[in-house]
């Protein structure tokens, strides 16, 4: 069966290291993977693509890497800070003939201490 | 632009009852979404919809409708509402490509009693 798999636990990190979260996913083989943030209470915000055929992507303190051969992405905030607490989404991207769809995962908690 | 609305935010509902939720969008996207998040959860698409006229089943559609007659507007109908659609529903929208940036609005938190 297909399963998006995304650490449940929340992790905490001190401010200025770097939290790395992971996807791993199982009997998909997406187009795209995306990373979304989610504050409590609002709606999932876009962060970063990277597509199939892409290795890593870069956006100032934020970097996806994509390993279709393993099946995983990990997911890196540099330099954190407080206001990097947030639960973080992973989603597989399928380009359909009906259309695309997104699949997500459970989302991971960050928590940053100061 | 207002970007992706939804209403109501919140909405208590017995079981059996119906209603409908509303999202709109302004920024002439042709793909839209319903999504639910369960606690804790992440979020499952109900039905999708890549342009007025053309809707298609998710991976939940079971006790939800869904219609496009414009580009802007994709309600959620909810018949016979149960216990089990206790959620929050998010409606989201895209562009069919580019990034497939997915624009979220702010949620309707509906309990079913």
């Known amino acids: 069966s297909q399963k998006i798999e995304q650490n449940s636990e929340a992790l905490n990190i001190q401010e200025g290291k770097t939290a790395t979260l992971t996807c791993n996913y199982t009997n998909y083989s997406p187009a795209y993977l995306q990373w979304y943030r989610q504050d409590p209470g609002r709606g999932p915000v876009f962060l970063l693509l990277i597509r199939e055929n892409e290795k890593e992507k870069r956006k100032e303190r934020l970097k996806v890497t994509f390993d279709t051969t393993l099946k995983q992405s990990l997911f890196h905030i540099t330099a954190s800070q407080p206001a990097d607490s947030a639960t973080y989404l992973c989603a597989l991207g399928e380009i359909k003939a009906a259309g695309n769809k997104l699949t997500f995962g459970g989302g991971t908690r960050v928590l940053v201490k100061p | 632009n207002a970007g992706v609305t939804q209403t109501p935010k919140f909405r208590i509902l017995k079981i059996g009852q119906s209603m409908t939720l509303q999202c709109a969008q302004d920024?002439?996207?042709?793909?839209m979404y319903w999504y639910r998040q369960d606690p804790g959860m992440g979020l499952k698409l109900i039905y999708y919809?890549?342009?007025?006229?053309?809707?298609d089943k998710g991976e939940v559609p079971n006790g939800y409708n869904v219609s496009r007659s414009t580009t802007e507007d994709f309600p959620l109908r909810l018949e016979l509402a149960a216990p089990s659609q206790t959620s929050v529903y998010f409606c989201?929208?895209?562009?069919?490509?580019?990034?497939?940036?997915?624009?979220f609005g702010p949620g309707t938190r509906l309990t079913v009693t």
């Open positions: 920024m002439n996207h042709n793909y």
């Open positions: 989201a929208s895209s562009y069919s490509t580019g990034s497939y940036k997915q624009y």
């Open positions: 919809s890549v342009g007025a006229g053309i809707t």
